[in-house]
């Protein structure tokens, strides 16, 4: 986990940082801690908005996840880079592997820069 920040950070030197304990506004445990690196606005139906992290970082006892959120192409991730980034599950918003060893670095990086590109546009 350490060693994916510490790409994560590189890749995107001036990202926003966030660290989230995983806890609801009551106190209560609703997801694993994880980091978020970048931010946008996430639009509702009701017109209202959020700034949340377009890139997040969690790990779990069956591995580690990637969030790369705000995709309109939902099956983006996993035709681009599911068959060829390694021995990982590619979902629509997200890249879950057991170790940083399982996969294409460069390519995890990629998806990430896209990510972030994207949802820039």
């Known amino acids: ?4 920040h510490q790409l994560i950070v590189r890749a995107l030197p001036k990202c926003k940082l966030w660290f ?3 806890k609801n506004s009551e106190g209560k445990v609703v997801a694993n801690p994880n980091i978020g690196y970048g931010f946008y606005t996430i639009k509702y139906a009701d017109g209202s908005t959020r700034e949340f ?4 970082l969690s790990a779990n006892t ?4 990637v969030y790369i959120l705000g995709l309109e192409d ?4 996993a035709k681009t880079y ?8 590619v979902t629509g918003y997200c890249i879950k592997f057991k170790k940083l060893g399982d996969v294409d670095v460069d390519l995890l ?6 990510g972030v590109q994207a949802t820039k546009e």
Do not use: F, P
């Open 62 to 65: 069956t591995g580690i996840s």
């Open 1 to 4: 986990m350490q060693e994916l």
């Open 53 to 56: 992290y377009q890139i997040g």
């Open 109 to 114: 990086l990629e998806a990430i820069q896209y």
């Open 20 to 22: 989230l304990d995983g």
């Open 82 to 89: 599911g068959k060829k980034i390694g021995k990982a599950t």
């Open 74 to 77: 939902k099956t983006y991730l």
